[in-house]
């Protein structure tokens, strides 16, 4: 799978924000989040997925 940079809007990169703050501070060091979006290397095999048989 390729990945893209996901849209997001200002409201979700403001929870993101919130969202590492509290998963650094439970986890003692700096986390930091990443938001891509997948995007299918062959078109075909991201059909099967969406319908499994």
Not at 2 to 31: C, F, M, N, V, W
Not at 35 to 41: F, I
């Amino acid at each position: 799978m390729r990945y893209t940079p996901a849209a997001l809007t200002d409201e979700h990169i403001h929870q993101l924000k919130e969202i590492e703050q509290h998963l650094s501070a439970a986890a003692g060091e700096e986390l930091i989040l990443v938001a891509y979006a997948g995007q299918p290397d062959d078109p075909e095999h991201s059909d099967n997925q969406k319908n499994p048989r």
